[in-house]
């Protein structure tokens, strides 16, 4: 028997506090990391290679300026860390198959508004939020 699949038509994505649940505005989600860039590695630093990794979030969205939703949610809260919850398999409750991912964000930049021209197009935008703590892998044990 193969391995349960991620499917991309359901997921959980919460951020804030009280936590929202955000994924009915979103196009794409992706957590990734890359090398964490840093002029001046200390000695702690070096003993802590496992951890010279930043994690972000790159996320597309549908614009909207109407209070809730995520376009919203960003515009006021630039600059906040924040906590997240994302579920990529839509979970309400996270299991040992079904994990959950936890951690704070930092909200960038105010997102971008507007695009090009269309009788009948709708307008996204594309973002990205740097993890500041986690993430933790939380399997509900």
Known sequence: MGSTRIKGNKLALKFGSPAEDYWADHTSVVL???ERESDVVTFEDAAQAGEARQWFFT???IQSTATGAFWRYLWEN????VPFTYAPHGNEEPTENEPHFIGTVRIG???SVGGEAS???EYTFET??????????DTGA
Not at 128 to 136: A, C, K, Y
């Open 78 to 81: 630039t600059g906040q860390v």
């Open 119 to 121: 009788a009948t197009g």
């Open 109 to 111: 930049p105010k997102p």
């Open 32 to 34: 990734e990391n890359e």
């Open 59 to 61: 996320l597309s969205a």
């Open 128 to 137: 990205r939020l740097d993890v500041e703590t986690g993430p933790t892998l």
